[in-house]
């Protein structure tokens, strides 16, 4: 089964917008992290947002906050505010604790397009 | 802060010959460092795991011989793609994290190396 899964391909949104990317986890690890990361068509993967599987509260930064729904094993980014340079994609990533481990899984990732 | 470099940023090689990346963290004391290769339209796979001064921890169905991967210091990784072939051609990128930051282990990934073998 798949550890992460964003089901959403490809979004279209107009400037100024606010977008929901999707993405749901598998695991029974009971401590985990849930982790956003956006690659525009440079290849760099940017850092955007994290939130550990103990947070009471939505992890925020700036623009991007992130719908933590543990009961659903879910974990959305919202981004506020659409500019046209959020144009990329996006790819949701957890890190399972156990053992100690740093890994990251990553979701096959989606594509948001922001038009003017 | 959280800075990562690649170098090269893109290579050409001839088919038979090895090629160095490097990873380095700029401003941070990496203690872990991970090599993923990413092909087009796909997401990252996790090739290996180095952490300074040991040896590195490959993936199942990573070749160790082929991908050579040395953290000589805590600060920068190398990965070596020892006599590489056309289907070795991919998009190679790094990640470093580190305990000492205090946050939660997050990765931060360099820009990437884009390797072409003729």
């Known amino acids: 089964a798949q550890k992460i899964t964003q089901t959403q391909p490809g979004m279209f949104v107009q400037e100024k917008e606010a977008v929901t990317l999707d993405c749901t986890y598998d695991?029974?690890?009971?401590?985990?992290?849930l982790f956003w990361y956006k690659q525009p068509s440079s290849g760099e993967m940017i850092f955007l947002i994290y939130?550990?599987?103990?947070?009471?509260q939505n992890a925020t930064e700036g623009r991007y906050s992130l719908n933590f729904q543990k009961a659903r094993k879910s974990a959305n980014l919202v981004i506020s505010a659409s500019q046209l340079g959020d144009s990329a994609m996006y790819f949701c990533?957890?890190?399972?604790?156990?053992?100690?481990?740093?890994?990251?899984?990553f979701g096959k990732g989606m594509k948001l397009t922001v038009n003017p | 802060g959280a800075v990562v470099s690649q170098h090269p940023s893109w290579v050409i090689c001839k088919s038979g010959t090895s090629v160095k990346i490097e990873c380095r963290s700029l401003?941070?004391?990496?203690?872990?460092m991970f090599w993923y290769r990413q092909f087009p339209k796909q997401s990252l796979m996790l090739m290996a795991t180095?952490?300074?001064?040991?040896?590195?921890?490959?993936e199942q169905g990573v070749e160790k011989d082929k991908f050579l991967i040395n953290h000589a210091s805590l600060t920068l990784s190398t990965l070596t793609v020892t006599s590489a072939h056309p289907e070795d051609s991919s998009f190679y990128i790094c990640?470093?994290?580190?305990?000492?930051?205090?946050?939660?282990?997050?990765?931060?990934f360099g820009p990437g190396t884009r390797l072409t073998v003729l």
């Open positions: 695991t029974s690890d009971p401590s985990y992290g």
């Open positions: 939130q550990g599987s103990y947070d009471q």
């Open positions: 401003d941070f004391q990496a203690t872990t």
């Open positions: 990533a957890m890190r399972e604790d156990k053992g100690g481990s740093e890994k990251l899984v």
């Open positions: 180095s952490n300074e001064g040991s040896k590195a921890t490959y």
């Open positions: 990640s470093a994290s580190s305990r000492d930051r205090g946050l939660t282990d997050t990765q931060y």
